[in-house]
C-alpha cells in the first residue's frame, strides 16, 4: 500500500512537470502574422517524446488510482462488518434520590 502511494505521488508530480514542459498548440500562433505555418494549430505528424511520456505517465496514474480506491474501500468494509450492534438497550442506571434541603424563605 506503502509503495503504491509513493508511486502515485512520483506519477503525479511527473506528470505535471512533463504537461508544463510541452509547448501549446498555440506556440507558433506569431508566424501566422509573419508567414505561412503548417504548425500553427499543431503538427499533424507522429507523436513527440514528451507526448509518449505524458501518455504513459496518464495510464501509470489512472492505474494507481483506481488501486488505492480499491484497498481504500476494501478497508472501510471491513470495519463496518467488524463493529457489533447492540441486541437490547442498557437499563438505566437507578441512582438513589438524596432528598434536598429545604429552602429558606426571604425574610420581610
Given at each position: 500500500?506503502?509503495?503504491i502511494i509513493v508511486v502515485h505521488i512520483l506519477v503525479c508530480v511527473s506528470l505535471i512537470l512533463i504537461v508544463l514542459l510541452q509547448a501549446g498548440k498555440g506556440a507558433d500562433m506569431g508566424a501566422a502574422f509573419g508567414g505561412a505555418s503548417q504548425t500553427i494549430f499543431g503538427s499533424a505528424g507522429a507523436m513527440g517524446f514528451l507526448s509518449k511520456l505524458t501518455t504513459v505517465a496518464a495510464i501509470?496514474?489512472?492505474i494507481t488510482s483506481l488501486l488505492l480506491t480499491f484497498?481504500?474501500?476494501r478497508r472501510a468494509s471491513t470495519v463496518m462488518k467488524e463493529r457489533s450492534?447492540?441486541?437490547s438497550p442498557a437499563?438505566?442506571?437507578e441512582?438513589?434520590?438524596q432528598p434536598q434541603a429545604p429552602v429558606p424563605?426571604?425574610?420581610k
Open positions: 500500500m506503502t509503495i501509470v496514474f489512472m484497498a481504500s474501500t450492534v447492540p441486541t437499563a438505566p442506571s441512582m438513589p434520590v424563605e426571604p425574610k
